[in-house]
């Protein structure tokens, strides 16, 4: 597969090289290879069981690869091989921050300290061994304020702020995404990897969802990656689609092409199709689409 | 026929009755050997005895008793259910009133000795309650806010205690000076403990941590040239208040004489009960502070979701050993003191009972909760002793006790949290 020309010339961010995923006899990615362009907005998508997820524990360090390999080009640190990191390292080293299909929120702390534990490492850092913290030293103090700023800051622009004090599991669905958004950029990423940020949320609130990730790679320079079922998001905000069906890769480019190629539409509208139909399905992701977008 | 379809999960009384049949099928089939069938040693010669009746009984109670719990268990559920939402605007009052109840019981605890001064038994049982809150609040950092069910706890209690007991026989330690390094022997135990543990969650957690708190216990028990053995270790040095020992007036200046005071052997039950005070409101200060630093936010974040966690970057294996350390040392601490206040320790005073009493204080109080810890301990050690009267009924008393505290208040006596910290009181909230 021709990748430059997939990631329409830009340099990437992260390179995924036949990278393979196998739970015993199944192989729930099989020898994907891809880029993800930086400073764009890239989706994965794929019916469900496809391997999206798995694709995702294996690029942030949840489940070991059973083969292949994910390079990162960190603008400091150079290439760094994602592959051989523990979870926590590609988050804090590589930083690739990412959020779940099913929330995961720490439900019983409130909003703020979500957002402020999001901040871990540069708090414990500046609490040296938490001397710095227990004898309340201005230097700690100061750190924690700016934690606190850099919070207060992204709920803010995330019309959150009047929830700052309320348990994270007391909010509404729609609310919880969008906090664990806000908790996954205070951790300060290079990549953002967000998986079904629109699962369950309103036209209204996915529209809201869309300005949002546009906004993040505009004004903040982010990389997004995003799993997505509802293709008001993806067609309207990605700049390229990778598409999975079986773990493997079915095809990548543009929105206008995903939306044409006989592959996907196959893969979404079943194999048994034939090939006549192809005509009337292509037309119907057309109009789906189109009808989201309005 | 009953109505097919029962309405929300109410259950229907015919459901109930079937639910409770059920458990009484299981007390009677237990209860037929257990309670049915007895021995009596007739001169010399085993004979069995029937007790139908009896039997009878505990299965009507055990019908009965399962029939109120669960409509205790659904009321309850229904209720939490339909409130909730509001809850969030009542929590900083909420926080106010216990941090109110929070000085009054300082308050209490600081003039308890003073006015029962010539009261021995009070100041006794005060100090035993004060050394289970500290035990508890030491076990809570592990539990209640890092969310590791440590079963074990007495293991590190027993750790400080030989520790100090050893330091003090063998190598003529102080008090003071054993006190710091018998904590920090029982960290490193704690360390030594949460190493294997680190990838266990949940139950299998439990069982290990059982198991290291049987090995401890087995090992001091059996390495009798290190412990003494079952005989324990005696004669271990008492604290004296700064230099001067409490004892009748001789020819070294003691505590009485220096002080220009009757000699009374309360002096030093109240200078130990003022000791372990200081203690634990030293431990209560250090964990309120832990909690609203990074590593007590990490803490309460690994109970809440430890993927989350590491998926933001955050080293759990640093935190969960920070907590198991933690928690030990402290225990350690209640240990090199419980070993001080009795003089005289033994394998006996560190079973499984105790890691129990310790960690029913911490679910009782509510987990996380420091003052729901000190108003369980209370409940835990004064109920078995206001039941002495009671006598063989005391431990059902006891277990009915937290039975019902556990259905009058699922999440523990006060499962109110506070928050580390609130935007609304950075001045944010009503700009
Ligand atoms: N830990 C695991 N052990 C065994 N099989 C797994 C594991 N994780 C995922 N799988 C399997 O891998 C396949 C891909 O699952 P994955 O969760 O990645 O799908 P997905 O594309 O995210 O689907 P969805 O759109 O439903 O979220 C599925 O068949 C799943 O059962
Ligand atoms: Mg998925």
Redesign the pocket.
Known sequence: MPEASAAGGVMPLLSVENLTMR?GG?A?IDDLSFDVPAGRISAVI?P????????FNCLTGFYKSTAGSVRLNHPELGVLRLESLPSHQVARLARIVRTF?NIRLFPKMTVLENLIVAQHNVLQQASRFSLAGLFGLPSYRRAEARAVDKAVDWLRRLDLIDKADVPAGALPYGTQRRVEIARALCADPLLLCLD?PAAGLNPRESGELNELLLRLVKEERLTLLL?E?DMSVVMNVSDHICV?NYGRKIAEGTPDEIRNDPHVIKAYLGEEEEEEEEEDAAGAVQAKAIGART | MPPLVSVGDAPTLVERGRDAAGIALIALLLGIPMIGLSTVDQSGALRVLTRWPLLGVFVAVAFCGRLLLRYALDRLKSRLRTRGRQAAAASARHGRVLTAVGWLAFALALVLPLVFADNRYVVDIATTVLIYVMLGWGLNVVVGLAGLLDLGHAAFYAVGAYAYALLATQFGWSFWAALPVAGLIAAVFGLALGWPCLRLRGDYLAIVTLGFGEIIRVVLVNWTELSGGPNGISSIPRPSFFGLPFAPSGNAPTFASSFGLEFSPMHRLIFLYYVILALSLLTNALVARLRRLPVGRAWEAMREDEIACRALGMNVTNVKLSAFALGAMLGGVAGVFFAARQGFISPESFTFNESAIILAIVVLGGMGSQLGVVLASLVLVLIPELGRDFSEYRMLLFGAAMILIMIWRPGGILAHREPTLRHAAAGGGHA
């Open positions: 739970f199944l729930a794929g469900n069981g496809a391997g999206k997820t798995t694709f299909q079904e799993i079922h999975l």
